[in-house]
């Protein structure tokens, strides 16, 4: 198989996954350029890529008729239809960031671009790429499991993931970026979609804001967590971004080293370091959607902000077995009916760049297949990715309007 020729459009935090892979494996992808107008983002380009050429614009680079296999779209979601139909429309196939963009229409035209434009598109929905779904999957389409009846999900956020992404973060406000649903749970409804294997025709959802508010602000805390007297706030600012679970996080506000120094530096007066309470949010911290498919078939995923730790669980109910199993863990059970049960442990060593329990790197593995020509695992283009997202904006109406069905239409 040969080199294919690797575009990143944004080097953010998923930007950089793509780069990284590229530099990683070269003989896969060459990276040949990068698009991003952050000044300290271009700067980190120009000393981290050196081999690629470097865009502030992406009219400057379509100038160049620069060549390429694909375009990574990695910009922020509501930037995704101009970027991405720019793209399309100068003859480049896209590697394209969840959500397609937050706005329903968007997508679609998105999505009757990409048929205009005869573009394939492919929606960076990392999960159905690791090891554990793409196992699962393999599992249902065996018919070990019998017919698939009913399907549940969680997705347990973490009360610092949620702090950061969805209360402080660039996630943070529905009308700025995207319902929660689509920023966050657009991943588990195409999972579900992938899992059950059919059409959503109707969804029903409750959930909303129960303790991100100001209501709920502790006593003498001020705006910022660096000059708060409260003392035993768990969502103090400074103690996430320099915890194990938090560091990561602090790569939205620096892009120094990951010291603790230079973490809590660069914290100082930026949006991560306000007060939970006060930081202009208005995404839910819980939600509970049901969905029926063609079929008669159901489903349903609930997602909670409070939980200690991030995980994803899930129960797959067949007329044969039930599978249960955890991604985090990497394992999951089939329980035979009348039979025995069966341990199942999937190994994600290969990926040893970007995250997602190796859904980065196995995406780009199956993407480099794709473009070579050879058949890959999970990949979908905009004609089935798009269900999810259509399945995520019912939900958010369903939710605003209490919980009535919503009727899903492409």
């Not at 489903?299 to 899930?314: E, G, P, V």
């Not at 993407?367 to 999810?388: P, Q, R």
Request: proline share 2%; aromatic share 10%.
């Amino acid at each position: 198989m040969g080199t294919k020729k690797l575009v990143v459009f944004g080097l953010g935090a998923r930007g950089r996954i793509y780069a990284n892979f590229a530099k990683t494996y070269p003989q896969k992808f060459e990276l040949v350029a990068i698009i991003e107008n952050a000044p300290d983002r271009l700067e980190f380009a120009k000393k981290e890529y050196s081999g690629a050429k470097i865009f502030s614009d992406y009219k400057d680079f379509l100038k160049e008729n620069i060549e390429a296999d694909i375009v990574a779209v990695a910009t922020q979601d509501k930037d995704h239809k101009e970027h991405a139909i720019a793209m399309m429309a100068n003859g480049y196939d896209l590697l394209l960031e969840k959500p397609i963009s937050n706005d329903e229409n968007d997508c679609l035209e998105i999505y009757n671009a990409s048929k205009k434009y005869d573009k394939k598109v492919i929606v960076c929905h990392v999960l159905r790429y690791t090891p554990f779904y793409s196992t699962v999957k393999k599992y249902i389409d065996s018919g070990k499991l019998g017919e698939v009846v009913t399907i549940h999900a969680s997705e347990s956020v973490g009360y610092y993931h949620q702090a950061h992404s969805f209360v402080r973060g660039p996630w943070k406000n529905s009308k700025e970026s995207s319902p929660m649903i689509l920023a966050k749970c657009c991943h588990d409804m195409d999972i579900i979609r992938y899992l059950m294997g059919e059409e959503c025709i109707s969804v029903s959802s409750y959930g909303g804001l129960f303790h991100f508010k100001n209501d709920n602000t502790p006593k003498n805390s001020t705006e910022y967590c660096h000059d708060c007297p409260v003392k035993d706030c768990v969502y103090k600012a400074q103690t996430i971004y320099t915890s194990n679970e938090g560091i990561g996080f602090a790569q939205y506000f620096t892009m120094r080293e990951l010291t603790k120094e230079n973490v809590l530096e660069d914290l100082v007066g930026t949006d991560y370091d306000k007060c939970v309470y006060k930081s202009n949010n208005d995404v839910v911290d819980h939600q509970v959607t049901v969905m029926n498919f063609a079929n008669g078939k159901t489903a349903c995923h609930t997602m909670t902000a409070f939980s200690r730790q991030i995980y994803r669980d899930l129960k797959v109910h067949g007329t044969k077995a039930e599978l249960v199993g955890v991604i985090e863990d990497n394992t999951f059970e089939v329980r035979y009916f009348g039979g025995e049960v069966e341990k199942v442990k999937v190994d994600i060593s290969r990926a040893n760049v970007g995250g997602h329990m190796g859904g980065d790197f196995y995406m780009m593995e199956s993407l480099y297949k794709t473009l070579n020509g050879e058949k890959a695992d999970g990949i979908t283009f905009l004609d089935v990715s798009i269900d999810s997202h259509l399945m995520s904006f019912g939900a958010e109406r369903s939710r605003l309007l209490g919980g009535n069905s919503v009727e899903i239409k492409k």
